[in-house]
């Protein structure tokens, strides 16, 4: 079956626009994952969902970072106001809450911000 | 706050040979789950082992095995029989039993094998 997808696989952006990453969890799978993946770094959490429910958005590293899954599927992460420092890989996961604990990711979206 | 260290940022074997990542974290749980993730040069992380805090018995996994020494709260992972394929970054992680599903990574270990 398809495995998580990430749309785009590259974002450029200029310094101050607003961007939106796009995650489609495997289907059937309740929980939601973001990560932050600095270059040469380990993932570090931003915020999760179980359905449409964010439960989780301690991770979040300033107000203008904004996630949302209205549906319960899809996710959407949006960064307002771009900024050099949030260039990093961005890395969705999914998984089925608690039973299977796997989280499977997706291919992640590069952001560089010049 | 849990954290994880992985000491070693870059590790090399031989093909066919056996290494050894290594892996600790602090916690004050009694209840968790460690992991390992592989992700090679594609960015795709994939999950290698798991490990339930409350087993005493060590995962296994074909050529993969893991060393969880609750007390000591280490966790390394052997990879027996080395293949050029399993050069990737590798991530110990971290996660609760209870509340929050978030994982927390290491910094990574970046294994190399050479044929």
């Known amino acids: 079956g398809a495995g998580v997808s990430q749309s785009p696989r590259y974002k450029v952006a200029k310094r101050g626009q607003d961007v939106a990453l796009r995650c489609d969890p495997i289907?059937?799978?309740?929980?939601l994952f973001w990560y932050q993946q600095a270059l040469g770094q380990g993932p570090e959490f931003l915020t999760y969902?179980?359905?449409?429910?964010?439960?989780?958005k301690s991770g979040l590293p300033s107000d203008r970072f904004f996630a949302e899954r209205p549906e319960g599927s899809v996710s959407t992460l949006k960064i307002q106001r771009t900024q050099q420092e949030d260039s990093a890989v961005y890395l969705c996961?999914?998984?089925?809450?608690?039973?299977?604990?796997?989280?499977?990711f997706g291919p992640g979206t590069r952001l560089t911000v010049l | 706050a849990q954290t994880v260290t992985q000491s070693q940022p870059e590790m090399s074997v031989q093909e066919a040979e056996t290494v050894t990542l290594s892996c600790t974290y602090d916690?004050?749980?009694?209840?968790?789950?460690l992991f390992w993730y592989k992700q090679p040069p594609s960015r795709q992380m994939i999950l290698v082992i798991r490990?339930?805090?409350?087993?005493?018995q060590n995962a296994t996994e074909n050529r993969f095995s893991v060393n969880f020494q609750k007390a000591a709260k280490s966790f390394s992972l052997k990879i027996s029989d080395s293949q050029l394929g399993d050069a990737a970054m590798y991530f110990c992680?971290?996660?609760?039993?209870?509340?929050?599903?978030?994982?927390?990574f290491g910094k990574g270990t970046k294994l190399t094998v050479n044929p």
């Open positions: 996961a999914s998984s089925r809450p608690r039973t299977s604990n796997e989280q499977f």
């Open positions: 289907s059937g799978h309740v929980s």
């Open positions: 969902f179980q359905n449409e429910a964010q439960l989780d």
């Open positions: 916690t004050s749980e009694s209840d968790y789950y």
């Open positions: 490990q339930e805090a409350y087993k005493q």
């Open positions: 992680a971290y996660r609760s039993l209870g509340g929050s599903e978030k994982l927390v």
